[in-house]
């Protein structure tokens, strides 16, 4: 991956001002760097700097297609570029930039549909005099704009935006959707200024600083319509994506947990290898029973693969909270966030590139939710299922899980139920975006596409984006491939699940890839024991931070608010670890910016 910024602007822009916003995304591309001023031709200030993976010298950027028309930034691979420039004729130059800007003078925008891989780029067309602005289909790879009336910038960080001197602060109107879901629906951000283009998506930008946006990615109906696949389609589609996510020039590695996503990526990878692949794992050992270690250990063994533990203690945690904040254009979203960047520190020491599992819990129906909605459907086990949580609830009436639960199933529409899942409590506020109520989507399929909108391209994929880019490492989700997509979508999703059993179908076609023990080992879920974290090692670290005044969030909050919630926590009484999370990794990066 790499880094990359582009400029529109009334009035010209110093050099001294051009180096700034490239050394701020440096971290991102530590290969190599580049400027192209374009403004007296009309054009943008364009900049990218480069982590190397595919291709050599004559891959650098800004490139220009041989026909002197069309200029691009790509941020991002293409694995297949290899067979479209067959396809095509296009000699690639072992670049996939080449074949990118080839293809696009070809074709023009139609190109983006035979792309496979992840991408965010810009195309400068010097005869129109536009800039094309494209994101993939599932948001992996994160694009910012910042429109003025005399002035458009677009960048892989916001942190450009604030080089180039142009106006920038936290939103305190967006800050509701933060402290409830802790993520923004793009195209909103936790900047007042700041928009971040979605997934799929084509943004037109003129000279006279005019926009267009447009989704590129359509989910036609026939995709979403349920149709049998077999078990060994459905596992050769599999292994074919993570084939093509190994395409690169270095030697690749892998995020391992003790779950089936990663284990499959594993076996794959290992079996097309020519070297003995590394897999690092994160674990801790306060409380063994919460660590992951032991499975995943069992997995490499069976898989012949080469483990590298990362043990995480509480100081290492707290650390990469406060380091990651730095290279973040957001706030942390999940407890697991520091976890994801030490793993990246690590790994970053031997590779360049690491394969991980994102997005397979969305592709197959991976969350517990998914479950429940499929449950609640059912008029003849809805009663039950609330009889049961109702009596969970007396049993263990200290479990935010459970009163996560609780609200989203007693939630008065089906939006806020879905949201109210993953959220944050007691400030839960469900965005009132949703999926077009259709004939042939039910439920569970409405919340499955609003994840891939929401909460996978806005948490975990950004989240691999952030702690990997702070380590110039790329972290490719291997199952995110839109011919799995398309396969995925047509499962039927009422047989994904069996009362609380998840995958149903993929884990079938897994235990083709990876054996029965492994397809069909129960998931710890990657439990992060920070509770005890708190209440032991990390007291007086989250004591200073939440003692911190802060314009947007003690209007929500106080200090004294945040004090006595800490407290409560402390004594066991009840369990806000999610909570002081959350205000405490909002006021860890609001420093940042003010």
């Avoid at 290279?327 to 394969?355: G, H, N, T, W």
């Avoid at 499962?491 to 994904?496: G, R, V």
């Amino acid at each position: 991956m790499c880094g990359l910024f582009g400029l529109v602007a009334q009035n010209s822009t110093s050099s001294e001002a051009q180096q700034s916003m490239i050394k701020v995304i440096a971290f991102r591309g530590p290969d190599g760097s580049e400027i192209l001023d374009l403004s007296s031709e009309g054009g943008p200030i364009l900049g990218h700097t480069r982590l190397s993976i595919i291709g050599g010298e004559s891959a650098a950027q800004p490139m220009w297609a041989k026909n002197g028309r069309f200029c691009i930034t790509f941020n991002g691979e293409i694995y297949n570029f290899e067979q479209l420039g067959l396809d095509f004729g296009i000699d690639t130059e072992g670049s996939d930039t080449r074949l990118l800007i080839e293809l696009w003078n070809l074709m023009g925008a139609h190109s983006i549909n035979l792309l496979r891989g992840q991408w965010a780029f810009s195309i400068w067309d010097s005869w129109e005099k536009v800039s094309y602005l494209v994101t993939d289909q599932f948001g992996i790879l994160p694009l910012y704009i910042h429109i003025q009336q005399n002035s458009i910038c677009w960048a892989s960080s916001v942190r450009v935006f604030k080089a180039a001197g142009l106006p920038l602060t936290p939103s305190s109107s967006n800050l509701a959707d933060y402290m409830g879901l802790r993520y923004h629906f793009a195209p909103k951000t936790s900047f007042s200024q700041v928009s971040k283009i979605p997934p799929g998506t084509l943004v037109t930008v003129s000279s006279d600083f005019r926009t267009s946006f447009e989704l590129w990615a359509h989910d036609e109906a026939e995709t979403l319509r349920p149709k049998p696949v077999s078990t060994k389609e459905l596992a050769r589609t599999i292994e074919q994506s993570i084939e093509l996510s190994l395409r690169a020039d270095r030697e690749v590695g892998i995020f391992l947990s003790g779950g089936v996503d990663s284990a499959v990526i594993a076996s794959v990878a290992s079996a097309k290898a020519d070297t003995r692949v590394k897999a690092y794992t994160a674990h801790w050992t306060a409380d063994e029973l919460q660590s992951e270690l032991k499975d995943a250990l069992e997995s490499c063994e069976h898989l012949n693969i080469q483990i590298v533990p990362v043990e995480i203690t509480p100081s290492d945690w707290w650390r990469a909270l406060e380091e990651g904040a730095e290279f973040r254009d957001s706030p942390s979203a999940e407890i697991a966030d520091p976890v994801v960047y030490l793993l990246s520190e690590r790994a970053s020491k031997d590779l360049k590139v690491v394969l991980s599992g994102e997005g397979a819990d969305e592709l197959f129906l991976g969350y517990p939710k998914y479950a429940l909605e499929n449950l609640i459907s059912n008029p003849f086990a809805r009663p039950f299922v609330y009889l049961a949580l109702k009596l969970m609830v007396i049993i263990r009436p200290e479990s935010p899980r459970l009163e996560r639960i609780n609200l989203a199933l007693h939630s008065d529409s089906k939006t806020s139920r879905w949201d109210l899942y993953f959220s944050t409590l007691p400030a839960a506020r469900a965005n009132k975006k949703s999926i077009q109520k259709s004939k042939i989507l039910g439920d569970t399929r409405r919340q499955q596409l609003r994840d891939f909108q929401g909460y996978l391209p806005n948490v975990l994929l950004e989240r691999a984006d952030r702690n990997g880019m702070a380590n110039a490492l790329e972290i490719r989700p291997s199952m995110l491939n839109r011919d799995l997509f398309t396969k995925a979508m047509r499962l039927n999703p009422s047989k994904q699940t069996r009362l609380l059993k998840t995958k149903i179908d993929y884990r079938k076609a897994a235990e083709l890839i990876v054996g029965k023990s492994i397809a069909f080992r129960k998931s710890r879920g990657f439990p992060i024991p920070l509770s005890q974290w708190i209440r032991k090692d990390l007291k007086s670290e989250f004591e200073v931070v939440l003692r911190l005044e802060s314009h947007t969030l003690d209007s929500v909050a106080s200090p004294e608010t945040r004090v006595l919630c800490l407290q409560e926590h402390l004594s066991g009484k009840r369990d806000h670890a999610l909570l002081l999370f959350t205000w405490v990794s909002y006021l860890i990066w609001e420093s940042q910016w003010t």
